[in-house]
């Protein structure tokens, strides 16, 4: 399971060095050439969630008494990616010195101010949209930690149910045990009686036998 894992973020990490590199080349670029590494990049993105939805899910499989190294690893995966689509979503904003001056043209003064407002009213766009991602990040977290919760929480009730049944089981084995010791101790009792009463049978007829020895000695010697 872990070596999947593994798999899985060397995968993530050569995929994140390629997107990074491409992002850092979107705002040099103009035109089709633009649009083409937009898509590529838009492209890859989407490789690399498809990835962590992968590692997620293998992550899920791991015993709870193992997940908390993944989970952690996970969570940095995550911040990485959300850096990169912030950092994306600023490339394709972001404006090269040709297309600045395409923008201000002849009359610079009023263009400059154009592009002023407009790249404030970007930003300001872009700061929302910022906000409302981190909002919807700290749902998503709050999810998957009451799903693992909810996980953990199921798998400590089957463990107290099997334990409840071992539990059952064993009583069950000491009753039939005090069932068996309480025959046993009446069998051992018949037994020792019985071997009283032979001793005590045993010990009346030596008397028996020793009195009536003792009688012909005496009606001998009387008779002599």
Same mark, same amino acid.
């Given at each position: 399971?872990?070596?999947?894992?593994?798999?899985?973020?060397?995968?993530?990490? &050569?995929?994140?060095?390629?997107?990074?590199?491409?992002?850092? /080349?979107?705002?040099? +670029?103009?035109?089709?050439?633009?649009?083409?590494?937009?898509?590529?990049? *838009?492209? @890859?993105?989407?490789?690399?969630?498809? +990835?962590?939805?992968? !590692? *997620?899910?293998?992550?899920?499989?791991?015993?709870?008494?193992?997940? =908390?190294?993944?989970?952690?690893? !996970?969570?940095?995966?995550?911040?990485? !990616?959300? /850096?990169? *689509?912030?950092?994306?979503?600023?490339?394709? %904003?972001?404006?090269?010195?040709?297309?600045?001056?395409?923008?201000?043209?002849?009359?610079?003064?009023?263009?400059?101010?154009?592009?002023?407002?407009?790249?404030?009213?970007?930003? @300001? +766009?872009?700061?929302?949209?910022?906000?409302?991602?981190?909002?919807?990040?700290?749902?998503?977290?709050?999810?998957?930690?009451?799903?693992?919760?909810?996980?953990?929480?199921?798998?400590?009730?089957?463990?107290?149910? @099997?334990?409840? *049944?071992?539990?059952?089981?064993?009583?069950?084995?000491?009753?039939?045990?005090?069932?068996?010791?309480?025959?046993?101790?009446?069998?051992?009792?018949?037994?020792?009686?019985?071997?009283?009463?032979?001793?005590?049978? %045993?010990?009346?007829? =030596?008397?028996?036998?020793?009195?009536?020895?003792?009688? &012909? %000695?005496?009606?001998?010697?009387?008779? @002599?």
């Amino acid at each position: 399971m872990s070596s999947d894992f593994e798999g899985y973020e060397q995968d993530f990490a &050569v995929l994140t060095a390629e997107i990074t590199n491409r992002i850092g /080349k979107v705002p040099k +670029l103009l035109g089709d050439e633009k649009k083409q590494m937009v898509s590529n990049v *838009e492209k @890859h993105l989407e490789e690399a969630r498809e +990835l962590l939805e992968q !590692m *997620e899910l293998e992550v899920r499989e791991i015993p709870p008494q193992s997940r =908390g190294m993944y989970s952690s690893r !996970m969570r940095s995966y995550k911040q990485e !990616m959300e /850096k990169l *689509e912030v950092d994306f979503k600023r490339s394709r %904003i972001a404006y090269s010195d040709e297309v600045r001056n395409e923008l201000l043209g002849d009359d610079g003064n009023s263009s400059e101010i154009q592009l002023i407002k407009l790249r404030e009213e970007r930003a @300001h +766009l872009l700061d929302n949209t910022e906000r409302l991602e981190r909002s919807s990040r700290r749902l998503e977290a709050g999810y998957q930690i009451a799903v693992e919760t909810e996980q953990i929480g199921q798998e400590m009730l089957e463990n107290l149910s @099997h334990d409840r *049944e071992k539990i059952q089981r064993a009583r069950e084995r000491l009753r039939e045990t005090d069932a068996n010791l309480g025959k046993s101790s009446r069998i051992l009792t018949g037994m020792l009686r019985r071997i009283i009463q032979n001793r005590i049978l %045993i010990v009346i007829l =030596g008397i028996i036998v020793i009195f009536a020895v003792l009688m &012909v %000695i005496i009606f001998s010697v009387k008779g @002599h």
